[in-house]
């Protein structure tokens, strides 16, 4: 097969192929790229794999980084634009299942491709448009077929992750596994165990974003890849209700993640240890908790002033993407229109601060104070009192003085 255009981004790199074939030398686009092309879908990185060693394009390039030598890859630097270069490699045994014990470079094209994970996967691609596709992964990708390159025991083995590569493809592309392919999985899932946490996480992560993620929660569950994902073990039930939800794509981890923890039943005091089992950033766990919460207001009512404050307007419009999920209809644009008539927008957008009121009652600071300032935002934001200095300071003594009373 021959592709009669390449796509801007091939043909930006195409300079760097040239420079390493006059030099003598293999050079090819491999890797997801090249799958997404004959999918039609919008390319991120280009890969370029090549029979010169690392030194060979050090010699070649007068501006390269070394950011996995040792494993092959050089860092192109070309006008604007940089490309990862690796050698032709082949890869001894895997005594962790995740990284070879030994790289041996090569220069052969076929030695290389034999260890992709997938078929589909495995093409190279000439400068000059023909495909070169050794493994009929251009059937594969017709037939919407997921299968490993040779022997999917030898591919697990080598990269346990790779499981969860697959899975994570399911959703993404909408294939199905070819069926030694999946019996391998089955077999072979204790592997992950030998997996860290933080790949496992990126994998999953892009698998709740998949439009088809329905299909792969439930290959998760069926092939017991769950079992060795932080927290999954006892949820196995809750994993399946959460793939019969209905197939709308989630726009950010964090919706995926508020809506799997209102199936599993995690309660908002459960989210940030569950997550942090994930090695989940910080700012997403606070943004799981903000959705979670909204989400259970939403159910009970429409969105207020208030809720609308505390969440922002990104979060609260992330809480109404999710309500078709529950059967309720999405109101955007009432929430714009609430967030935009707010008098406030932060707290420091109130008209008086914690200076003031100590200034004003002459009285030590102590846990009074965040409560008035508080109590005084939910007032301004909720419409009942003016966001003016004196309006705030007089509202402010009346809480005073209810307090000492009380």
Known sequence: MKLANLPKEFQLALPVMAQIEQAGFEAYFVGGSVRDILLGHKIHDVDIATSAFPAEIKAIFSRTIDIGIEHGTVLVLHQDDQYEVTTFRTESTYQDFRRPDQV???RSLTEDLKRRDFTINAFALKDDGEIIDLFDGLMDLQEHILRA?????ERFHEDALRMMRGLRFVSQLGFAFEIETFDAINEN???????????IYVEFSKLLLGKFRNQAIRFLVETECYLYCPGFRYYGEALLRFADLKPISFTTAAQGWTVLFEQMGIGQN???????????????????QALHWGLKVRQEQPLKSWEIYQL?????????ALTPFYNLVPAETEVKDIYAALPIKHLRELAINGNDLLQ???????KWLKEVLSQLEYLV????????ATTLLGKAETLLADAKQE
């Open 381 to 388: 934001v909720t419409g009942s009192l003016a966001n003016e």
């Open 312 to 320: 922002g307007l990104e979060n609260s419009l992330a809480v109404e």
């Open 189 to 199: 899932h204790a592997l992950l165990e030998k997996i860290s946490v933080e790949r």
């Open 360 to 366: 004003k009652f002459k009285l030590k600071p102590g």
């Open 149 to 153: 390159v040779g022997n999917p025991h």
């Open 270 to 288: 459960l989210i940030r240890p569950f997550l942090k089992k994930w090695k989940a950033s910080n700012d997403l766990i606070q943004e799981v």
């Open 104 to 106: 041996e470079f090569v």
